[in-house]
């Protein structure tokens, strides 16, 4: 099945730094990446999702790249602020195979110094 | 519109007691999952639904069962606790079981003595 690796675990940054998670995967078949965020006690939530045909995607402060040939994927936010203080997942998705569904990475735990 | 729900929000249970874990979404939503979230493991797949009427095994089913008892709610049955199955589980929907955004519940504690 797919593996998903995170890195790294624990990022601390200073405020209006910017901030780089990285994930790898193991399946070639793969062909939907999305990034959840999940505060303390809180449900998990999209913040952003990048599909096999497309390269980068951008989202105000946050974007995406996608490297289908090394399989990888990273998350940047740029001019961090308190509030993206939290725990990031990323996941990779592929259909079919009897696998449906996501595989999450272990989490970067992101803390913004003020 | 409330998303998708989840009963009961925290629940402790003895060993080798059992109980059933309660998810609905309102969103007209064709697929349905349940992951559990463990310290440093990140989310892992127990059961997901593609549509209704069918259901297949994720990661870690073992220990676990789950039913589709309509389009609207999903749920996820612990037929014999331990204190392993001690995890925070969540449900989570989406438009169709690929490439869609998934849409996560509130999370059910579960603690297992």
């Known amino acids: 099945g797919e593996n998903v690796e995170q890195h790294p675990s624990t990022l601390s940054v200073q405020e209006g730094d910017s901030a780089v998670i990285k994930c790898t995967y193991s399946d070639s078949a793969s062909n939907y990446f999305p990034w959840y965020k999940q505060e303390l006690g809180k449900r998990p939530q999209l913040i952003i999702d990048?599909?096999?045909?497309?390269g980068e995607k951008k989202d105000q402060r946050i974007a995406v790249t996608l490297n289908k040939t090394a399989k990888h994927f990273s998350l940047h936010i740029t001019e961090t602020q308190p509030e993206d203080s939290a725990v990031y997942f990323c996941a990779a998705s592929i259909r079919g195979g009897g696998a449906d569904g996501l595989t999450f990475g272990k989490g970067t735990h992101l803390i913004i110094q003020p | 519109n409330a998303g998708v729900t989840q009963t009961p929000k925290f629940q402790v249970l003895k060993t080798g007691q059992s109980m059933t874990l309660q998810c609905a979404q309102d969103?007209?939503?064709?697929?349905m999952y349940w992951y559990r979230q463990d310290p440093g493991m990140g989310l892992r797949l127990i059961y997901y639904?593609?549509?209704?009427?069918?259901?297949d095994k994720g990661e870690v089913p073992n220990g676990y069962n789950v039913s589709r008892l309509n389009k609207r709610e999903f749920s996820l049955r612990l037929e014999s606790a331990a204190p392993s199955q001690t995890s925070v589980y969540f449900c989570?929907?989406?438009?169709?079981?690929?490439?869609?955004?998934?849409?996560f519940g509130p999370g059910t504690r579960l603690l297992v003595l």
């Open positions: 639904s593609a549509s209704e009427g069918t259901t």
């Open positions: 990048i599909r096999s045909n497309v």
């Open positions: 989570a929907s989406s438009r169709q079981v690929s490439q869609e955004t998934q849409y």
């Open positions: 969103m007209n939503h064709n697929s």
